[in-house]
């Protein structure tokens, strides 16, 4: 079912169609991550931007979708894909119709596209760990709240934060539990935790969500004060972990790249068959309650809804 | 009620109808499977939401679009078909729509408990109100459903069939009832096919044939071939044809010895004791007794249909011992039951004439593992024809056939398995006098061509003239056993209540038992 | 009951008699074994912090919302029906909810009935399709589901709301403070009155399980209910307005949804425009594993109470016992199982007829067993 | 009939007739009035792209796998059961099925009749439940499908497989290259032979949906699956042994989700340990948009074909259209009710009962009438 490879003229006149196939918009990050693209994809006047196609965490969903744009002959697509391997045959249909594709966050099994732009989300867990040895100089137990346990950026973030609390050995990371990157599975677990009479020194969860979840827990448990929180992704959203950080629930939590500005350049390069980096990797950015504000107000893109 | 009329959907059921029923008498409806009995009675009971035609009530035009309406203008109906809820109680069922309430606006429990019993007790029914339905006989259920009719006060009472399920005894009670109700000055319409009952309640009859009316007569005046040849709209030959009498050294076909069954509180099962059965290729025999003597049990259990387990006993057909594990088992060895319960135990209602025909017989019509269409098409259509049911056509839903010809449908559907013994629960239950004259030559036929046949009745009358021998059960054991020249109705019912006899048989097993276990 | 009875003296009364009080006796315990064996298990494994008051509570509280969508769900099912947009429904309130709070500023008080009603609404477009339009109640449900879905989606613009809105001397709005009691961790009502105070998610639960049976078996809608599932033809032919009755159940349902809504809120103190996703299955569940037929006309609230019970306490065992996730979720499976097995009504009665027919096979009267 | 033909003539046939022919003509094509409602606007607003091959191919395929879950369960459902576990099957299948070929390296023509057997053996089980546990279909399947989900991720290790399993030379083995026949886009069967091609996931579908419909309709085995769902007892004592095909549809069920797991594994490139879930709603969606009823007896495959095609399709215009996902949710869910109103059978025989009577109140015959 390959499609007739095509001069990308969908665009009449200059003009040019870029479809973006988002793995799941109601997450909190991706949320923000659309906002963005739409603002900084506006600034490109001979640019528009299909309304976001959202694959709800449906693999199957994002293929076809991926398939459905490569038939709509776009000019350029983006995509955040929500497992590497499967997307991977849609990202060659669409190389193969000839058509650019930017991947984002999440690699695929193929060279056949024409920019990566993306966090490593082991470096997120690396400096999620090292934050957790500076806060526990003198060692101590550490619960992590994981997402899905399939998802790749899970099982690297988790590598990650192993890998650098290694630093300490007195850190222990005394139990983990899936609890699907949602808030109230956080709060149920962690809650769980508690009553079994775990000792907890710090959380570290993967998401901020998480990480807000167990800060409720805590909270209840009247122990918020004795424990720290970690969280990671740092949304500029008033429900988000650097206004959490800000107000002191986390100890901190790390920006992991949206990577819309660099997504929405590389498009329009592309587009103007202009050379772009075949891969490139953006560095996390950590949040602590001395620039939180700061960091806050560079993010914050609530006014160009 | 003038110019009633009402069709559904490819069918015409009522046409310019006409209907008169006076305070304090019985109005009997007579008419074929189909005449449109039930849907005249529907329309007065406000079950359709559109009818042609109007209504008047004491005078003054009514329009019944809803059942409660009917209800509250103080029309009552008892339908063909029971209208219960089977995991409610009885007094929820009896006074359901009509809750006794507390100032509070609770439901109030013990009234209605009080309420129910009363009704309960007017129909002769000794039932705890608290029981729920689905452990009640079919034959309680329809008298519970009288009690629900009676619970408002009433000023028109329509009952389809009430008898349908009734063995003599009840219908005795349900007399009794009505007699008060006319007493009362209720306007009573009532439906059977039973002609003879009507001779006793009715005192006006009128008749319809293919949903048109037909006439009208006073009970008294009317002699029954007029009304048959009204109803039928033919000359209708001998009811009860003689049949040929059995070479009594003929092979026994089915004989069951020493038959058990446990009883089932849950399903209202009657338990067996050591019921004998037997009956010889091209013999009728007959089951009698009141209801839940354990009749519907005794075939049942021979068909397999309460499993290998419960049963216990010795059942041999042609001399061989029969194991009755499942009603495929007996199918396949040459069984085949006419259920009870039509609606519940017979028929998949919303499939067609033709689908449930062949249901059990489908076997027959295996080619190259497909079903033969063709084949199956060919023999239902005979089977169909020769049982005259009135259909729109084979491929019609069998839920939208009249009652009569319903069952008509379910025996095609146990002639089409071409059995060697035919177990008949209340074969007739709901049909018309011609189709019954139908099925009874049917019988016959089947019984010359050496089919064993054993048929459970609450008809009497049917019984006597159609067995050539009457085993008479009273519950769950054998009080007696009939043949046609000493059979009678008073032998029978006496038979039938002879809880002495079962009283000193009870005490007889139980000494063999002893000595068992010596 | 009188055949029986002959039965029972045809072959010694005395054993059967032990058996039927036996039974009897059991019985009312038995709707409950599958709860009882749970509570067992957490009490032998991990007795004190397992009973404990804090734990019991994080427990039912967590599943409270989902609770309280179940009773919803069992009136639906009573009636025959089913619902399958009852986590969208809640998802919507909570998400109205939280924007009541957070861009109206409303107090509590006025929110609540304000999601109630909303969900009373949506309720009563499900009733509606299902009865007027007379689309299947699952297909119905199934498109509501996605449609409330969207909405949510669309009200939201995929951006959770949270609901600790800061004011500006950066201490949480009096009315966002308030809110909290609608069930954010760690807030309790009466707090002093009564010992630590009482968890309001819990609290409600409650009491709609009571008020719920209560209206199912005192009223006369309720008995409406039970007709109407059990036999819709009888009922209507009883003149029961059986298409109100169902109306009225769907509406009832997403009022209870709309009830709920607050509480998810509060939960996690803020309004995921996911949540509620796939609740149904939680709620269905809690109702047929209480003992509700989804043919209709059988259950109770009560039954629906003990089978969340079941589900929450099972979840949190597991939990305080650190079972791997994998493993969890195969053990609860296997345990619902185990619960309705043990739970049906007549699994005695079918025990103690198998003993019986033993006794009777070994007994001599039957030896002439066929073939 | 007689009697029908007597009203006919009592109030001019001409009319009738004539409506009776609009009715049969239409009715034939009425079943499908969703589908091609959405064909047409699919046509209408995107003609070229929408029709071409590619695309359907494209849309088609997407579905395939849970279309082919939509069989079997339409056969459970025709039977008045539902599984809910189909999800979950198949993604247990899809993970056995690349674990054989990444771990065993096994060609596919072996890996695809063991995942038929794996799964028919799940099936087993819950036809085992349901029938001689008794448990209600609903709870059973509730249950197996979270133990097969858990027995899946812990095989898994929460580790999704790729399929893709590249040699020491870097290119793919001969196994794993022709494991992307089952499905990996833009791998199809017979290319050259038949132009571009035939896309297995496509094939399998419709080749499935062909010899269901022939087994439903043509076979004995299919008549008791209807008897069973229409009237359990009566099936009973019409010599049905319901026990029996109770178990062989909820088997032929796993069954079916083995035979799509490689599909789906291949489709992916890789099985991911949640892949299924909620595939449950989906396949019951398609089986009852196409007209089967929850209560069993009532169905077809045909219908479930045409349900699974509505939902393909639409998914696949509106996304061509571009239309923002939030609105798709709402607008999806209104064009399912849509659809299934439309198709339902009686609803023209129902308008031209309504005209009919209309048109006789207008006649004098009726001027009596009621009220
Ligand atoms: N719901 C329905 N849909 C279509 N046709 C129907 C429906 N109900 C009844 N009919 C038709 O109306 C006619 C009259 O049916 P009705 O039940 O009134 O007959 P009846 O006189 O009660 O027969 P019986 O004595 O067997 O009960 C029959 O031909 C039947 O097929
Ligand atoms: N609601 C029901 N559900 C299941 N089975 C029933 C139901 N009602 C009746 N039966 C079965 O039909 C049997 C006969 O019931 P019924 O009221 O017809 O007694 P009967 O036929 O008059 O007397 P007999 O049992 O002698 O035939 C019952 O004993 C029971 O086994
Ligand atoms: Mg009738
Ligand atoms: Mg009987």
Redesign the interface.
């Given at each position: 079912?390959?499609?007739?490879p095509t001069t990308g003229g969908g665009g009449s006149g200059g003009h040019f169609v870029v479809?973006y196939s988002q793995s799941n918009?109601?997450e909190?990050y991706r949320?923000?991550l659309?906002i963005q693209l739409q603002y900084f994809m506006k600034k490109y006047k001979d640019v528009t931007l299909?309304?976001?196609?959202?694959a709800?965490q449906s693999?199957?969903?994002q293929?076809?979708?991926v398939?459905?744009f490569v038939?709509?002959k776009v000019n350029a697509l983006i995509v955040s894909p929500n497992?590497?391997?499967?997307l991977?045959?849609?990202v060659?249909?669409a190389c193969?119709a000839k058509i650019p594709v930017v991947i984002l966050d999440r690699s695929v099994?193929t060279d056949c596209y024409s920019a990566f732009i993306g966090g490593d989300n082991y470096v997120a867990g690396k400096k999620a760990g090292e934050l957790a040895v500076k806060l526990l100089p003198n060692g101590g137990t550490v619960g992590e709240l994981q997402g899905?346990?399939?998802d790749q950026p899970q099982?690297d973030r988790d590598r990650g934060f192993r890998d650098a609390v290694k630093a300490n050995p007195k850190i222990r990371i005394s139990?983990h539990?899936?609890a699907k990157w949602?808030?109230?599975d956080a709060?149920?677990?962690t809650?769980?935790w508690l009553?079994?009479?775990q000792h907890l020194d710090l959380v570290y969860a993967q998401n901020d969500?998480m990480a807000?979840?167990a800060y409720?827990?805590a909270?209840?448990?009247?122990k918020e004060k004795s424990m720290k929180f970690i969280g990671t992704d740092g949304l500029a959203?008033?429900?988000g972990g650097i206004?959490a950080v800000q107000?002191g629930q986390l100890a901190g939590t790390f920006i992991y790249p949206t990577c819309a500005k660099q997504a929405a350049e590389t498009v329009n390069a592309l587009l103007h068959h202009r050379k772009v980096a075949k891969k490139t990797t953006l560095d996390i950015v950590a949040v602590t309650p001395d620039n939180a504000a700061q960091m806050y107000r560079d993010n914050d893109f609530s006014k160009f809804? | 009620m003038r110019g009633i009329g009402k069709s559904f959907p490819g069918v015409r059921a009522l046409a310019g109808v006409r209907l008169d029923v006076h305070a304090g008498e019985v109005h009997a409806l007579l008419g074929e499977n189909g005449a449109g009995k039930s849907t005249l009675c529907n329309v007065l009971s406000g079950a359709f939401g559109s009818y042609e035609g109007s209504v008047e009530l004491a005078g003054e035009p009514v329009a019944l679009h809803s059942p409660g309406h009917a209800r509250r203008l103080g029309i009552g109906m008892i339908h063909q078909e029971l209208t219960l809820v089977p995991d409610m109680s009885v007094a929820d069922n009896i006074l359901l729509g009509a809750e006794p309430r507390t100032r509070l606006g609770r439901v109030d429990a013990r009234r209605m408990r009080d309420r129910a019993a009363t009704l309960l007790a007017d129909v002769g029914l000794r039932l705890d109100p608290r029981q729920p339905v689905r452990q009640c006989r079919i034959a309680e259920q329809q008298l519970i459903e009288l009690a629900k009719a009676l619970s408002g006060d009433l000023r028109v009472l329509i009952m389809d069939e009430p008898t349908s399920a009734l063995a003599d005894a009840e219908v005795r009670r349900l007399f009794a009832v009505i007699r008060t109700l006319t007493a009362r000055g209720v306007a009573v319409v009532y439906i059977s096919h039973r002609l003879e009952e009507l001779e006793e309640i009715a005192d006006t009859v009128t008749v319809l044939r293919d949903g048109g009316y037909v006439g009208t007569r006073a009970m008294a005046g009317a002699d029954r071939a007029e009304l048959i040849g009204m109803m039928v709209g033919r000359p209708l030959g001998e009811l009860y044809p003689r049949p040929a009498s059995v070479a009594a050294d003929a092979p026994v076909r089915l004989r069951a010895e020493r038959l058990t069954l446990t009883g089932d509180t849950r399903t209202g099962r009657t338990a067996l004791h050591d019921v004998d059965v037997h009956v010889r290729a091209g013999e009728i025999v007959g089951l009698a007794g009141l209801m839940g003597a354990g009749r519907t049990e005794v075939l049942e259990s021979v068909y397999g249909a309460h499993g290998p387990r419960a049963v216990t006993g010795r059942v041999t057909l042609d001399g061989v011992p029969y194991r009755p594990r499942s009603p495929r088992w007996a199918i396949r060895h040459g069984l085949a039951m006419v259920a009870e319960d039509r609606k519940a135990q017979s028929l998949v209602l919303g499939n067609t004439v033709r689908f449930n025909a062949s249901l059990a017989a489908l076997a027959r019509f295996r080619r190259y593992g497909r079903v033969d269409r063709r084949a199956e098409g060919r023999a239902v259509d005979e089977q169909v024809a020769a049982l005259r049911v009135r259909t729109p056509g084979t491929q019609a839903v069998v839920g939208t056939l009249s009652g009569g010809n319903q069952q008509k449908v379910v025996l095609a559907k146990c002639l089409l398995t071409r059995p060697s013994v035919l177990l008949l629960d209340e074969p007739t239950r709901g049909v018309d006098v011609g189709a019954k004259a139908e099925i009874y030559a049917i019988c016959h036929r089947l019984a010359e061509q050496g089919t064993a046949i054993l048929m459970v009745s609450s008809e009497l009358p049917e019984l006597l003239a159609l067995c050539d021998r009457i085993v008479v059960l009273c519950e769950g054991r054998v009080t007696a056993e009939l043949d046609r020249a000493e059979a009678t109705q008073e032998r029978i019912l006496t038979a039938a209540m002879a809880r002495g006899t079962v009283l000193t048989r009870t005490a007889a097993g139980r000494t063999e038992e002893e000595v068992h276990d010596r | 009951m009188t055949g029986d009875a002959t039965t029972a003296t045809a072959e010694g009364p005395t054993r059967l008699v032990g058996w039927r009080r036996a039974v009897s006796l059991l019985g009312s315990l038995q709707g409950y074994i599958g709860l009882v064996l749970v509570l067992a298990f957490g009490i032998v494994t991990r007795g004190g912090t397992f009973l404990s008051q804090s734990n019991l509570t994080n427990a039912v509280g967590a599943f409270a919302s989902r609770g309280i969508l179940a009773v919803g769900e069992t009136l639906v099912i009573l009636t025959a029906g089913i619902d399958l947009s009852v986590g969208s429904m809640l998802g919507l309130a909570s998400m109205v909810s939280a924007m009541l709070l957070v861009n109206q500023n409303l107090p509590p008080w006025v929110i609540l009935p304000a999601c109630m009603l909303c969900g009373a609404v949506m309720g009563l477009a499900n009733g509606i399709g299902t009865t007027w339009l007379r689309i299947q109640p699952f297909v119905m449900t199934l498109a509501t589901l996605s449609v409330f879905r969207g909405i949510d989606r669309q009200l939201s613009d995929n951006v959770s709301v949270g609901t600790q809105v800061a004011g500006a001397d950066g201490k949480l709005t009096g009315n966002a403070d308030s809110f909290q009691l609608f069930g954010t961790p760690g807030h309790n009502l009466f707090t002093g009155v009564v010992g630590a105070g009482v968890y309001y998610p819990v609290l409600a639960f409650v009491v709609v399980c009571v008020v719920g049976q209560l209206a199912l078996s005192q009223t006369r809608f309720g008995r409406h209910v039970y007709a109407v599932g059990g036999n819709e033809a009888a009922a209507r032919l009883s003149g029961v307005n059986t298409d109100r009755v169902k109306i009225a159940v769907f509406t009832l349902c997403g009022l209870l949804a709309g009830f709920a809504g607050p509480i998810d809120a509060a939960y996690s103190a803020s309004a995921d425009p996911l949540a509620g996703t796939s609740y149904e299955l939680d709620a269905i569940a809690a109702a047929v594993i209480g003992g509700a037929s989804l043919a209709g006309g059988r259950g109770s609230i009560v039954g629906t109470f003990v089978g969340a019970l079941i589900l929450t306490l099972l979840d949190n065992v597991l939990g305080l016992n650190a079972v791997s996730d994998n493993l969890q979720l195969i053990i609860k499976g296997c345990i619902v199982v185990v619960a309705v097995v043990l739970q049906r009504p007549d699994l005695l009665r079918g025990a103690a007829d198998f003993v019986r027919r033993v006794a009777r096979r070994g007994a001599p009267a039957s030896t002439g067993r066929s073939s």
């Open positions: 079912s390959t499609a007739s479809a918009n109601a909190p949320a923000q659309n299909l309304p976001i196609a959202d709800k693999s199957a969903t293929v076809s979708q398939q459905q038939q709509r497992e590497p391997a499967p991977t045959a849609a060659k249909q193969q099994n899905i346990l399939s099982i139990v539990r899936e949602l808030k109230d709060t149920r677990i809650g769980q009553a079994q009479g969500p807000l979840g409720l827990a909270s209840s448990a009247g959203i008033p429900d206004r107000q809804r | - | -």
